[in-house]
């Protein structure tokens, strides 16, 4: 037998998830977000499993983009950072790859590439996120001289929005881009998970949703994702592989940052942060064991964690436990730990094998 961490990926969880998407994205084209690995989940698992759901794919990497080319995916594949030098140029054109222009050295680069196909191209404005994105200034130029640049195909407009998960929403940023984009006539991409759930006039052109589709809520502390009808892709699972009956006084782990109050038994959990458990989840951090929930005691250390055996009295060696997933959403543990669930699930490492649930 080998170390008990496991992490199982639920593919008709995703699948649902992407209809969950599909259904409240009305009339939008989606791409699926896969970039970092699929959220950790696998970029060709993911890709494979929605390539007949999907419009298209969304990413960050080249490398990836053309081994998926390689693989024979043919839907629209998106780069969303684009291209950093001009001699990516050629691959993108030999693949068909669309990237996204988000700086004006970029636009020049594609204006005075001479290339064997047209590319589709997404142009991006920044609206007050301040990330990526031309300014309004820059926009209407940099879009003239793309319109007229004979390696350019179609063009479609995009932004993102800072807030679209918090109270001050995405009127501000669609203000912005309706202003500078007036008279414009090509397709938009404007919505992320949040919008496309929340904002249904962002829902035009193509959605990029991402973290829905992985079963987590891109605002768990209004909606969780089990009330917007998603169910988790991921879920990282071990077991106990030893136990401790700790005395008033005792102290756990590293620098013991957690003192047991009265007699108690805790457990130890394969799974650390070398296997991309949060170091910074503190003691009180929800956990399942025997599929009853308690919560993690002291610090999160390398290659384990501790947790409170209090009412679980027939947990032992080799008891199933469950850091997140099914029956514990990521969210709550991102929560606990100060976190999002999007760098949990990002966060899982090489060590940590990956099987799909049968
Ligand atoms: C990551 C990303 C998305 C997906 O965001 P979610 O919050 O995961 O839905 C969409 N658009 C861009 C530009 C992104 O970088």
Request: negative net charge; contains cysteine.
């Amino acid at each position: 037998m080998t170390r008990p961490i496991r992490a199982t990926i639920d593919l008709s969880a995703l699948r649902g998830n992407f209809a969950v998407a599909r259904q409240r994205a009305t009339g939008a084209s989606l791409w699926a977000v896969i970039k970092a690995n699929a959220y950790g989940h696998g970029l060709m698992r993911v890709a494979e499993a929605l390539d007949d759901m999907a419009d298209g794919f969304a990413m960050l990497d080249l490398d990836d983009a053309v081994a998926m080319r390689e693989a024979g995916f043919r839907h629209p594949i998106l780069l969303l950072e684009g291209f950093f030098e001009a001699d990516e140029l050629p691959l993108y054109a030999e693949y068909a790859l669309t990237p996204v222009v988000h700086t004006l050295e970029q636009a020049e680069m594609l204006t005075s590439a001479a290339l064997p196909a047209r590319l589709p191209v997404y142009v991006k404005l920044n609206t007050g996120m301040n990330r990526l994105g031309l300014t309004a200034e820059e926009f209407n130029p940099a879009l003239t001289a793309l319109e007229t640049t004979p390696c350019v195909g179609r063009i479609t407009l995009m932004t993102h929005f800072a807030d679209a998960d918090l109270e001050r929403g995405i009127d501000w940023q669609m203000a912005s881009f309706e202003e500078a984009t007036q008279g414009c006539n090509h397709p938009a991409s404007l919505a992320n998970s949040a919008a496309l759930l929340r904002y249904p006039q962002a829902c035009r052109g193509w959605a990029r949703p991402g973290i829905m589709l992985y079963g987590a809520s891109p605002f768990p502390q209004d909606e969780s994702a089990e009330q917007i009808g998603l169910r988790p892709v991921m879920t990282l699972s071990s077991q106990l592989i030893s136990t401790q009956q700790l005395q008033p006084g005792d102290r756990v782990g590293y620098g013991g940052t957690f003192t047991a109050g009265q007699p108690m038994r805790i457990g130890v959990v394969a799974c650390g942060y070398a296997d991309g458990y949060p170091r910074h989840a503190p003691s009180g951090t929800p956990v399942l064991v025997e599929g009853r929930r308690t919560r993690t005691v002291g610090r999160v250390s390398m290659d384990m964690i501790m947790v409170d055996l209090e009412g679980i009295p027939d947990a032992g060696i080799g008891s199933p436990v469950v850091l997140w997933g099914e029956g514990l959403s990521v969210d709550e543990v991102a929560a606990a730990a100060g976190t999002v669930s999007y760098e949990l699930l990002c966060a899982l490492t090489q060590r940590v094998p990956v099987a799909e649930k049968a």
